[in-house]
Each structure stands twice: as structure tokens, then as C-alpha cells.
């Protein structure tokens, strides 16, 4: 099974500041295969990024993903007051097996 | 507009069964792989469960092999979750989810239905 593992596990920012959050895999993931995903207090996930690098309908371009092999970024380009909250990656592997890390949460400095 | 509505989470000792469904709307149900995710407490995300379009093809985590079936009734647009055997561990809250044709991503979620497995 691949491990994904976030980091950091808390990131402390402003807004308007830039975020840069990290997943590293345990093996090499196929880009098509990885996604990040949004999740507020309360609420189900949110996709964000599917493929690596491709937005999902309705997310703001201020989301970006990028990354392949075993390591991907998530960069929010200037955070929003409603951006903060915490950010999972996703990875689909071979053998019928789903993947989540552990999440980063994006709060107010 | 894509809705998913799960029901059926209630409270349940340890050793019983539970059964969940989740009602889909605004897509084409059996055009797609469906899945349930699970998160506990204060915790972080698990997949769980996914069925093929047809319901023909089935996988499990190994943490639910065994214990739990998935199943789904194209007819009634409705996908399930057959609990069995439930363990403590096995308290959270359960999506489910429509897989992004191809990717292996999840486009859309319900908004979770709560087991609490508590003697």
C-alpha cells in the first residue's frame, strides 16, 4: 500500500499570503492519479485537483497542483478567509487500492 | 445539480449490523464507479469501498474486508453499504462518494451519515 505523507501538519499564514503544501509518497505515483481535495469544519471534502495539476469545475485559479514521481505540491497563490481549513491528497494505485495523507490544516496566523 | 444523501447511520454495539445507503441524483447513476470513504473523529480521510458501474466488479481495505458489502441498485439509483460484525474502529462518519470518470478522484460527496459502534 502507498503511504502519503503531508507536510507541514499545520501551516500558520496570513491572508493574502501564499501556501505551499507538500505530499510525498512512499513508491512513485502516476500523475493521473493523484487529487486534493478541501475540507471545512462540518463539511464533506471538496475536490480540488485531479490528475496533479488539473482544477476541478468551479475552483478558483489561485489553486494550483503540481508534481510527479513521489512528490506533489498543493500552492494556494493568496489565501482567501475562506481557504483556510484543512487539505488532503489522494492517490489511486494499482491493485484497486485508495490512498489518503494524514492532512494539512491551513489556519490563520 | 449532483446530490448524494446518505442515510441509515445510527448507534450499534460491538458484534452488530448495520445497513447504509446513499441516494444519487443529477447524473447518470449507472455510468459510474462508486465508492464510501470514512472518517473518524477528529480524524482524517479512509477509503473504504468501491462498485463498479454494474456492480460487477467489488474491492474492499483490508480494515473492512470480510465485515462489510458493498452493493448497489441501478434501477433505484441508490448505492449501499452492508456493516457486519462491527468493530468500535469502525465508528465514523461514512460518504459516499462518485468517482471522476477515469481518474480515480472523487468529484462529488454526500454530506456523511454517522455509525457509532458503543456498547
Known amino acids: 500500500e502507498i503511504v502519503l505523507t503531508q507536510s507541514p501538519g499545520t501551516l500558520s499564514l496570513s491572508p493574502g499570503e501564499r501556501a505551499t503544501l507538500s505530499c510525498r509518497a512512499s513508491q512513485s505515483v502516476s500523475s493521473s492519479y493523484l487529487a486534493w481535495y478541501q475540507q471545512k469544519p462540518g463539511q464533506a471534502p471538496r475536490l480540488l485537483i485531479y490528475?496533479?495539476?488539473s482544477r476541478a469545475t468551479g475552483i478558483p485559479d489561485r489553486f494550483s497542483g503540481s508534481g510527479s514521481g513521489t512528490d506533489f505540491t498543493l500552492t494556494i497563490s493568496r489565501l482567501e478567509p475562506e481557504d483556510f481549513a484543512v487539505y488532503y491528497c489522494q492517490q489511486y494505485g494499482s491493485s484497486f487500492s485508495w490512498t489518503f495523507g494524514q492532512g494539512t490544516k491551513v489556519e490563520i496566523k | 445539480e449532483v446530490q448524494l444523501v446518505e442515510s441509515g447511520g445510527v448507534v450499534v454495539q460491538p458484534g452488530g449490523s448495520l445497513r447504509l445507503s446513499c441516494a444519487a441524483s443529477g447524473f447518470t447513476f449507472d455510468d459510474y464507479t462508486m465508492h464510501w470513504v470514512r472518517q473518524a473523529p477528529g480524524k482524517g480521510l479512509e477509503w473504504v469501498s468501491l462498485?463498479?458501474?454494474?456492480?460487477?466488479?467489488?474491492y474492499y481495505a483490508d480494515s473492512v474486508k470480510g465485515r462489510f458489502t458493498i452493493s448497489r441498485d441501478n434501477s433505484k439509483n441508490s448505492l449501499y453499504l452492508q456493516m457486519n460484525s462491527l468493530r468500535t474502529e469502525d465508528t465514523a462518519l461514512y460518504y459516499c462518494?462518485?468517482?471522476?470518470?477515469?481518474?480515480?478522484?472523487?468529484?462529488?460527496w454526500g454530506q456523511g451519515t454517522l455509525v457509532t459502534v458503543s456498547s
Open positions: 462498485i463498479s458501474w454494474d456492480g460487477g466488479s467489488t
Open positions: 490528475g496533479a495539476s
Open positions: 462518494a462518485k468517482e471522476n470518470y477515469g481518474d480515480g478522484s472523487f468529484d462529488y
